[in-house]
Nanobody
């Protein structure tokens, strides 16, 4: 019954900002590393960012480093992605993801669970 629900996407001009949220339920949120992954239509998936269980360590793809910030609020069971200085190439369907159950307290990057995604479109 793991559930991940993304929200916050929309249409934004280049240089603008958006904040994505991922509401989680059905598991002990604070035990799992979490990820943001995006899919560009007609292309493959791209890993964007990772955060560990206590928001002590954050990791970013080179394509978003310096522009995006991942964070989590364990009291609210919510993952966030603050996206600044957005570019047209950031246009994608954004997903949050979690590893399989055995990967608690570590980053396995197996993306066993996904949300439904939230669309981000960057256009002038």
């Amino acid at each position: 019954q793991v559930q991940l629900v993304e929200s916050g996407g929309g249409l934004v001009q280049p240089g603008g900002s958006l904040r994505l949220s991922c509401a989680a339920s059905g598991f002990t949120f604070r035990f799992y590393w979490l990820y943001w992954v995006r899919q560009i239509p007609g292309k493959g998936l791209e890993w964007i960012s990772t955060v560990d269980t206590d928001d002590f360590r954050q990791y970013y793809a080179d394509s978003v480093k310096g522009r995006f910030t991942i964070s989590r609020d364990n009291a609210k069971n919510t993952l966030y992605l603050q996206m600044n200085n957005l570019k047209p190439e950031d246009t994608a369907l954004y997903y949050c993801a979690r590893d399989r159950d055995a990967c608690s307290n570590q980053g396995c990057y197996d993306y066993e669970y996904w949300g439904q995604g939230t669309q981000v479109t960057v256009s002038s």
